[in-house]
């Protein structure tokens, strides 16, 4: 009931039917995960990015092996302006499945915003070869996209948002990457 109570967007009742379902079974790893990502829809509150990684992590703790959950709690410690634990849990999913383009667009975020440009081109550029679905690859090129705009070089931005837009025509990523082309 929980999963459907998220997936139509019900927050609230999820978790609490989350709650129920850890009272009787606190052992269950995806109860702790699907918990954590009701809290996580609440993206405006403080309070609730923190409840989030609470039970992402204890989720990981009942089961270590969840590279696509370490990816959603490194992106609830960017929201939560801890940069570093949020850099350990891409690093970490990347040694788990190295074929998670949010990780390496994620990663490359924070080298951002560490100073370390170069750094995260190339560990963009090498990803790109690793990925054959239009929308890891528009996930990579975007994110690499945004790095060359960062750094000022424009040529290569625009080449690489053109990219996403012919890879993702009929997503809303391609207005992203068209703003920042234009």
């Not at 459907?4 to 019900?10: A, I």
């Not at 609730?48 to 992106?75: G, K, N």
Request: proline fraction near 5%.
């Amino acid at each position: 009931l929980g999963e459907l109570e998220l997936k139509t967007g019900s927050r609230q009742p999820a978790i609490e039917l989350f709650d129920r379902a850890i009272l009787l079974d606190p052992t269950n790893p995806i109860s702790f995960r699907l918990r954590g990502q009701a809290h996580w829809g609440q993206r405006d509150h403080a309070k609730e990015r923190l409840a989030a990684i609470r039970d992402f992590t204890h989720s990981l703790e009942l089961q270590p092996d969840q590279p696509e959950l370490l990816v959603q709690r490194a992106q609830a410690y960017l929201k939560s302006n801890q940069p570093l634990s949020a850099l350990a849990d891409f690093e970490q999913a990347l040694t788990q499945n190295d074929l998670q383009a949010n990780a390496y667009s994620g990663r490359a975020s924070i080298l951002v915003t560490q100073q370390k440009h170069e750094y995260a081109l190339i560990w963009l550029t090498k990803a790109i070869h690793r990925f054959s679905q239009p929308v890891d690859l528009a996930e990579i090129l975007f994110a690499r996209g945004c790095v060359y705009l960062e750094m000022g070089r424009y040529i290569p931005a625009i080449n690489d948002f053109k990219q996403v837009m012919k890879l993702m025509s009929e997503s809303p990523t391609t207005v992203a990457a068209a703003r920042n082309a234009r």
